[in-house]
C-alpha cells in the first residue's frame, strides 16, 4: 500500500470519526479510540488494520467479498464503465448495456423461470421491493385481501422498515415500531436451542408445519407469500434439519401461496451452488440477492421473479423504483464479478474441494470443552458456546461469551462474527486450505483464551 504523505494520521482519522460518524449497529458508548478499528486496506482473504496487524477476514466483509480483495478485474470494469457513462436512471423505457447485460446472466442463473429481474442498490432494498411486488402481484390477480406475509422468528432480512419488519429479531422490533402490518412470524427451525428433547428430524417437520398451521389460522385467502433465508445467517448460522424443507416445499405448493427465498447470504456460491435454493432443491417464485451479486466491491441488490407474475404485473405501471437501479458502474461490478466466479470455477471448488474440507476442520472445534456444536455448511459456519457441556444450555448473560470470543479473535488475527453466544464464519469462496487451517487454529486459541476468560472449569 502507498501512503499519502499528507493524508491524516491514523489517531486523526479515529478522532474525526468519533466526532462525526454513527456506525450502523454499534452501541456507541463502547466506542473509543481504542476499540475503533482502523481498516486500511486488504487482499485475497486478508484485511489490514492501521496498527499493521493482517487479519483473516472469516467474514468476507459482511458475508459479500465472495472472490476476496484485489481483484483488479473488478476494478478496471468499473473503471471504464465510469468513463463511459458513470449514471443513467433505468425508468421511464431507458436501458444501458451493463444493466441489460446483467439482468440476462441472473435469468440464466437462477433456478425454474425466474426471467426477470428488478435491481436495487442493497438486500434491504431488495426485500422492500418483495413486499410491494408480492402485494402488488395478488392484487392484480383480484386477490387484494392476499397482503399477510409470513416470515420467520430471528430471521433477517435488513434493516429499512420493510427488512425489519420481514425480520424476526425482536431487538429490531422494539426500536422504530409500529412496523408494517400484515407480517406474521413462524418458528425458526434452531435444533440446537430450541429442539428440546425432539430429534433434529421431528424438530424440522413441526417448524416446518408451522408454516400450515399458520395459513390456516390465518386464512389462505389472506396469506400472500412466505419469505426465509434458505439458512439463516445473521441469526447464528441456523441450518435447517433434512425434513425441513421438502416439507415446506410441500405445503408451498399445496397452497396458493408464493415462495420468496432471501438469498442476500446464500446466493452466488456460499453453498457450492449459485443458489442456496438449487443447494436445497428448492423452487422459489421469487429471489432476493445483493452482497455476494458484486463481492461487495459496489452496491447492488436485485430481485428475481417469474414468468408468472412477470405476466401479472404487465397489468399496470409497478410504481417503484430507485435512483439507483440498474447503476451502471454496480452492474459492471456485478458482470465483471461472477465473470471471475465462472473463470476461476469458484463454486465448483467449493462444491467439490473447499466446503468438505473446511466441513471436516471446523468439526474438530466441536471438541472444544467450550463448543456444544461445530455445525457448518458450504462455506458458513457456526460454533454454539456452552456453559455446560453436553448440554445445549445457554450462558446466563446471554451474548457476553460472544462478546469476549469475537475480541480474542480479533487480538489472534481473525475475524470471526458473535451473534448472541454463537462464533459464526462465512470466508472468501477463494479462502485455500492453508487459511483455513489458520482459521480454525486461530479460532481454537481464540476459544481456549475466552474459556479462561469467563472462568468455566
Ligand atoms: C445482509 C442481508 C440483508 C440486507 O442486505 P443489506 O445489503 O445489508 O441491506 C437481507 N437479507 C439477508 C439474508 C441478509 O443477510
Redesign the pocket.
Known amino acids: 500500500m502507498t501512503t499519502n504523505p499528507n493524508s491524516p494520521s491514523a489517531d486523526e482519522l479515529k478522532q474525526n470519526d468519533l466526532a462525526h460518524h454513527w456506525h450502523p449497529f454499534t452501541d456507541h458508548s463502547e466506542l473509543d479510540d481504542k476499540t475503533l478499528r482502523l481498516i486500511t486496506h486488504a487482499n485475497g482473504s486478508y484485511i489490514w488494520d492501521s496498527n499493521g496487524n493482517k487479519i483473516l477476514d472469516g467474514m468476507a466483509g ?2 459479500c467479498v465472495n472472490v476476496g480483495y484485489g481483484r483488479s478485474e473488478i476494478v478496471d470494469a468499473v473503471t471504464k464503465q465510469m468513463s463511459e457513462l458513470p449514471y443513467y436512471n433505468t425508468f421511464f423505457k431507458s436501458t444501458h448495456q451493463p444493466v441489460a447485460e446483467l439482468a440476462e446472466k441472473i435469468a440464466s442463473l437462477t433456478p425454474g423461470d425466474l426471467n426477470h429481474v428488478f435491481f436495487t442498490g ?4 431488495a ?1 422492500d421491493t418483495v413486499l410491494r411486488l408480492v402485494r402488488t402481484y395478488w392484487g392484480h390477480k383480484g386477490k387484494k385481501d392476499k397482503t399477510i406475509i409470513i416470515a420467520r422468528k430471528n430471521a ?4 429499512t422498515m420493510a ?1 425489519v419488519s420481514l425480520g424476526g429479531m425482536s431487538g429490531m422490533h422494539d426500536q422504530g415500531a409500529p412496523l408494517i402490518p400484515d407480517i406474521a412470524h413462524i418458528k425458526q427451525p434452531y435444533w440446537f436451542h430450541e429442539g428440546g428433547d425432539m430429534s433434529p428430524d421431528e424438530f424440522g417437520l413441526e417448524c416446518a408445519r408451522d408454516l400450515e398451521k399458520k395459513i390456516d389460522e390465518l386464512g389462505e385467502d389472506r396469506v400472500a407469500a412466505f419469505i426465509a ?1 434458505p439458512v439463516q ?2 441469526g447464528g448460522v441456523i441450518i435447517p434439519p433434512e425434513t425441513y424443507w421438502p416439507e415446506i416445499m410441500r405445503i408451498c405448493k399445496e397452497r396458493d401461496i408464493l415462495f420468496v427465498a ?1 438469498e ?2 446464500t446466493g452466488f456460491g456460499r453453498l457450492g451452488e449459485w443458489f442456496g435454493s438449487q443447494h436445497f432443491g428448492l423452487q422459489p417464485d421469487v429471489i ?1 440477492m ?2 455476494g451479486l458484486s463481492s461487495g466491491y459496489l452496491p447492488i ?1 436485485a430481485v428475481a421473479f417469474s414468468d408468472e407474475i412477470s405476466n401479472t404485473l404487465q397489468k399496470g405501471e409497478f410504481a417503484h423504483g430507485y435512483t439507483y437501479s440498474g447503476h451502471p458502474a454496480c452492474c459492471a461490478a456485478a458482470l465483471a464479478n461472477l465473470k471471475i466466479i465462472e473463470e476461476e470455477k469458484l463454486i465448483e471448488r467449493v462444491k467439490n474441494h473447499t466446503a468438505g474440507y473446511f466441513a471436516e476442520k471446523w468439526a474438530s472445534l466441536g471438541e472444544h470443552p467450550l463448543v456444544g456444536e461445530a455445525r457448518s455448511i458450504g462455506l458458513v459456519g457456526a460454533l454454539e458456546m456452552v456453559p455446560e457441556k453436553p448440554k445445549r444450555s445457554k450462558f446466563k448473560n446471554e451474548g457476553d461469551t460472544g462478546a469476549i470470543c469475537r475480541d480474542h479473535c480479533f487480538n489472534n488475527g481473525l475475524v470471526m462474527r458473535a451473534v448472541r453466544d454463537t462464533m459464526i464464519v462465512s470466508p472468501p469462496l477463494i479462502i485455500t486450505d492453508n487459511e483455513i487451517d489458520e482459521m480454525v487454529e486461530k479460532a481454537w486459541k481464540s476459544l481456549d483464551q475466552t474459556h479462561a476468560s469467563i472462568g468455566v472449569k
Open positions: 459482511l458475508w442493497s438486500g434491504s432494498d426485500n433477517y432480512h435488513g434493516s427488512g433465508e445467517g445473521a432471501d442476500v447470504i432476493a445483493a452482497k441488490g
